[in-house]
């Protein structure tokens, strides 16, 4: 076998693979998607009213109206300007 291959960390690799999938199983449940969409939706909506109200336009702005991080109000503010919505 090529000496640049670990068969053991190969395995580790897998079973953790394997953990994370059943993980990500176990959260995607329908019922946890649909409340994360509508938490999704209403926050979607409150920045689209703080930025139409030019009270905050800033994702720094927006992250601390609405208790997000930076890069949370960041993506929110990225996709709804790719979905045309601000």
Do not use: Y
């Not at 076998?1 to 999938?21: A, F, N």
């Not at 946890?32 to 209403?42: A, P, Q, Y």
């Not at 208790?67 to 919505?85: C, D, I, P, Q, V």
């Amino acid at each position: 076998m090529d000496e640049g291959v670990d068969p053991t960390q190969m395995c580790q690799s897998l079973v953790d693979k394997v953990s994370q999938s059943k993980q990500l199983l176990a959260v995607s449940h329908p019922e946890v998607l649909g409340l994360f969409e509508s938490w999704l939706e209403e926050l979607e909506e409150e920045v689209i009213s703080l930025h139409h109200a030019q009270d905050a336009r800033d994702p720094r702005q927006i992250a601390a109206r609405l208790g997000l991080s930076t890069k949370g109000a960041t993506f929110l503010l990225s996709k709804l300007k790719r979905e045309a919505r601000l």
